[in-house]
């Protein structure tokens, strides 16, 4: 059944919701209404052509920029756009941008935050991003995308489900980026003590091109101020130069693990895709579970579950999960 009606959101987006089918107009009239040049940046009032996905609650909103270098949005309209009282709302927008020539890239993935900043990746992202592609009909089996980390390739399964080579954990500690001192193999930091709010905390740094604070806890609901810790820890700069995201995890058995996660630059959102990587290499350096095989671990975020597989033979990570789309609309630019 195709279900398709016009919402109006006060004066700042219309909106059709589409059940069956995908009429995602691409952006190329957009491009030509302002002259037909692919530089120029969004003028205030104008339409904004978008999508929007989540991949388990972390929503997005997905621009289609692929006759683009750059985003055609500066952080700032991003910011406006993410608003979720006075525009469209989401955890970020993400922007779908031609490849470098010089590379052998499909595509190429940029990223703001819903407070403007722009981080180097984002795993539930790159999903949605995924399946944006596909709905726009670029029908590929897996994409390669060119990401400020490096290559990440999203590979379309069979159920529906997205299964994305994350690339290789960064563990050295500068590059992170963390002050705080390396104690561990490959001059990492693994359950290092450090105080912020009053409180002692055990933490792990990993990056996956963005950089992640992990914290083992006994238990998610009684162990932590979230609304608190989370936000001190995130913009505690005296260790985390870039601040960091913060993901607060409850080991539940050898195969499952459980997490709440405060993102930089977002804050407490339903799952973090890039941050469920981490803390799964946290968690088996730290022995707090044994490497699994490629049935991989099974992590609970707020919005629902993530698998997740660190392979020994290539020391790269494999997130599975899925991306959906919920609506598509055009949104006036503030
Ligand atoms: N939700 C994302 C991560 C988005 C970027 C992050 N907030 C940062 O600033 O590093 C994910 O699913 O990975």
Request: charged share 25%; glycine share 10%; proline share 6%.
């Amino acid at each position: 059944m195709k279900c398709s009606h016009p919402l109006v959101l006060g004066a700042a987006a219309v909106i059709s919701t589409e059940t069956d089918a995908f009429t995602f107009k691409s952006t190329s009239s957009r491009n030509l209404h302002r002259g037909g040049s692919s530089l120029l940046e969004a003028a205030p009032g104008e339409h904004i052509t978008f999508a929007k996905y989540e991949g388990l609650g972390n929503d997005f909103i997905l621009i289609d920029d692929r006759e683009r270098e750059a985003p055609s949005l500066t952080p700032d309209q991003s910011e406006r756009l993410c608003n979720r009282n006075f525009c469209v709302g989401g955890d970020g927008v993400i922007f779908a941008l031609k490849a470098p020539e010089d590379g052998d890239y499909d595509f190429t993935m940029r990223i703001y935050n819903s407070d403007g900043s722009e981080p180097e990746m984002c795993g539930n992202g790159i999903r949605c991003y995924a399946q944006f592609l596909k709905d726009l009909g670029a029908d590929q089996k897996s994409y390669r995308i060119n990401t400020l980390a490096g290559l990440i390739i999203p590979e379309m399964k069979e159920d529906g489900n997205i299964c994305v080579d994350m690339g290789e954990p960064i563990l050295d500690g500068p590059t992170v980026p963390t002050t705080l001192a390396p104690n561990s193999e490959g001059n990492s930091v693994l359950e290092q003590v450090h105080t912020c709010n009053g409180k002692e905390w055990k933490i792990s740094m990993v990056s996956m091109g963005n950089p992640h604070a992990i914290i083992f806890v006994d238990d998610l609901e009684k162990d932590i101020d979230f609304e608190k810790d989370g936000p001190a820890l995130e913009s505690d700069t005296s260790v985390f130069p870039a601040k960091t995201n913060v993901e607060f995890v409850q080991v539940m058995s050898p195969t499952h693990l459980k997490m709440k996660v405060w993102e930089r630059g977002a804050g407490p959102t339903l799952a973090c895709g890039t941050g469920t990587c981490a803390l799964v290499v946290a968690a088996i350096r730290a022995g707090k579970i044994p490497r699994p095989g490629k049935e991989g671990v099974r992590v609970t975020l707020p919005g629902g579950d993530l698998f997740i597989e660190w392979r020994e033979e290539n020391n790269k990570v494999y997130m599975t999960g899925p991306a959906t789309l919920s609506f598509q609309g055009s949104a006036v630019l503030k």
